[in-house]
């Protein structure tokens, strides 16, 4: 992470019991256990869904959190069981600026049209897609951003299949200024620049949500949330991947 500087602390959870995801909310069906002390998500199948009602079964689980614009998130990931696709949602608030649980704000349920095209702004990382055959042979990460779903960055994912994952990955987002930067076991995935125009205006603070398509099952430890700021020497340089 050569670009960016941790700064203070703003957050941590360990992620290995029910009392650690109290304050969390879930959205959709989903079940939330704690083998071996990390966070397992899954979905609660249901018999009536058919594959045109899939987004249904999906689900995002918030960290009732609010933090500031500029931060570095890091989490341990391990995909247990596929097919299925993780979201990082990320800076999540209303269109107009509202808290992200305000009253006024349409209920969601886990349907994915409700977080790209309903009544909130936010940033989605896609980190683990094997959902479909396209995203199964080619394994890609995707940056998008709404109001609108709009794909920013796109850039090829290390992470193989779950049969092949040994261990957790640490994943680590960088939102700071107008960048965003997504690194997989300290690996430069990608460095986004937002131009504040092209895809609408620049997002700032919010909360953060795992979201997670069915069947999947995946699990989580050791969140941090930490300020981020650029280092000098890289203030006036292009944002771009340094090994």
Same mark, same amino acid.
């Given at each position: ?11 941590? !959870?360990?992620?290995?019991? *029910? @009392?650690?995801?109290? @304050?969390?909310?879930?959205?959709? !069906? ?8 990390? $966070?397992?998500?899954?979905?609660? $199948? ?11 079964? =999906? ?5 009732? *959190? ?9 989490? !341990? ?18 269109? =107009? ?18 977080? /790209? ?9 896609? /980190? ?28 090829? !994912? ?19 200024? =107008? ?20 895809? %609408? %205006? ?13 069947? %999947? ?27």
């Amino acid at each position: 992470m050569l670009r960016y500087r941790r700064g203070e602390l703003l957050y941590q !959870n360990p992620l290995k019991s *029910q @009392e650690d995801t109290a @304050e969390f909310v879930m959205e959709g !069906n989903g079940i939330v256990e704690f083998p071996e002390g990390k $966070m397992r998500l899954k979905t609660l $199948m249901r018999e009536d869904i058919t594959d045109d009602s899939q987004q249904k079964t =999906n689900i995002v689980f918030w960290c009732n *959190q609010e933090f500031p614009s500029d931060i570095v998130i890091e989490f !341990n990931y391990l995909p247990v069981y596929e097919p299925g696709l993780c979201i990082l949602f990320f800076s999540a608030k209303g269109r =107009n600026g509202e808290d992200l649980f305000a009253p006024g704000l349409k209920k969601r349920t886990g349907d994915y049209s409700q977080y /790209y095209d309903g009544d909130i702004n936010c940033f989605h990382l896609s /980190y683990f897609r094997r959902k479909y055959d396209t995203e199964r042979h080619f394994h890609v990460c995707n940056l998008r951003k709404s109001h609108g779903g709009h794909i920013v960055c796109q850039a090829p !994912n290390p992470i193989p299949e779950t049969g092949s994952c040994m261990k957790p990955y640490h994943i680590t987002l960088v939102k700071c200024e =107008n960048e965003v930067a997504f690194y997989i076991d300290e690996l430069p995935i990608f460095c986004w620049q937002d131009d504040g125009e092209t895809f %609408g %205006g620049l997002l700032g603070g919010g909360k953060i949500g795992f979201r997670q398509m069915s069947p %999947g099952i995946f699990e989580y430890s050791d969140l941090e949330v930490h300020r981020a700021s650029i280092c000098k020497e890289y203030l006036n340089t292009p944002c771009t991947v340094k090994y």
